[in-house]
């Protein structure tokens, strides 16, 4: 017992100069705060998975948005008719298609078209579902009502099979006509997914805080709802724009989405069946570079899930 300590009825008192309070209250301010985001991003970068599709997808990008850095073909122009079904050679590494093109020149100028039209639907559709969603969600009412029935509708009726019905009846067909017919098809999954997360943060105690404090509603929602609801739609949008690639993929296939002057893989792929019994690699080359992106994406979307659920995060 120290020696300049209190006694009395079996109770020792240290001097305060022996207790640090101080030291046990104190924190260290230098630390930085932990977001959902930084967290995601932990767990992200802890995965190889994360940084191999993330590689696939860069690489994607910067093909479709320079492909002149590998390719010096012209592949609208070097097209002839004595290369037919050619085999690879020196300077065309995948031989020719049945009209003499260069395969491996319409594979990578073929990324540009079918990427574009996967981001713009994307896009369309992430902002119209979340909009549309956290209106609903939050303000409820007749809105929210006519919403649920119109997006009902639509998920009655597959993206696929709408956007073949209605790009059969228009008389464009440029990658901006592609992507809102695929957007207007699927755009209900997104917003069903926001409403459900704007209908749970609603009722959150900051929400109630700052009601009381009063904050308008519309500022409510764009400030503290949607930013804390927007994570399932980011996981799901992730994983639409593979989907949505697959989609224009299949309406070129089928000779009802960008014409055949717009190289896309799924125009390449459709052109190809004719040849598949006697140069079936004039197939293979879009197929596989149309798999291993959208293959990206879908790995991507799964990472970024994983990452985005605490649930998950715990599992871990």
């Not at 197929?287 to 990452?307: E, I, K, N, Q």
Request: aromatic share 8%; hydrophobic share 50%; proline share 6%.
């Amino acid at each position: 017992m120290p020696s300049n300590a209190t006694q009395g009825d079996g109770h020792f008192v240290a001097d305060v100069e022996e207790t640090p309070v101080g030291a046990v209250d104190s924190f260290d301010e230098s630390s930085k705060v932990r977001t959902t985001w930084s967290d995601a991003w932990e767990s992200m970068r802890s995965r190889p998975m994360f940084w191999i599709s993330a590689v696939l997808i860069l690489f994607v990008v910067i093909v479709a948005a320079f492909p002149q850095l590998f390719s010096q073909t012209d592949p609208a122009r070097g097209c002839l008719l004595p290369d037919s079904n050619g085999a690879p050679e020196a300077g065309h590494p995948f031989g020719f298609t049945r009209q003499g093109c260069d395969v491996y020149a319409r594979v990578i100028f073929g990324a540009r078209a079918s990427l574009t039209v996967g981001l713009l639907a994307t896009i369309l559709v992430t902002v119209v579902g979340t909009v549309l969603g956290a209106i609903a969600g939050y303000y409820g009412g007749w809105f929210d009502s006519i919403l649920s029935r119109v997006g009902d509708i639509f998920f009655a009726i597959p993206t696929v099979l709408g956007a073949i019905v209605l790009m059969s009846v228009l008389p464009t067909r440029d990658p901006l006509t592609v992507a809102l017919v695929l957007s207007l098809f699927a755009w209900p999954q997104i917003a069903r997914i926001m409403r459900g997360a704007v209908l749970s943060a609603k009722n959150a105690d900051y929400v109630q805080a700052s009601t009381a404090l009063g904050v308008s509603r519309l500022q409510i929602l764009i400030r503290h709802v949607v930013p804390n609801a927007i994570n399932p739609v980011i996981v799901v949008a992730t994983t639409s724009l593979g989907t949505l690639i697959v989609a224009e993929a299949t309406l070129s296939f089928l000779g009802i989405g960008l014409p055949t002057s717009i190289m896309s893989w799924g125009n390449d792929i459709g052109q190809a069946r004719t040849s598949v019994q006697t140069a079936p690699m004039v197939l293979f080359y879009p197929a596989a570079a149309l798999s291993v992106t959208v293959l990206s994406f879908l790995l991507m979307g799964d990472v970024v899930r994983d990452a985005l659920d605490p649930k998950a995060r715990a599992r871990r």
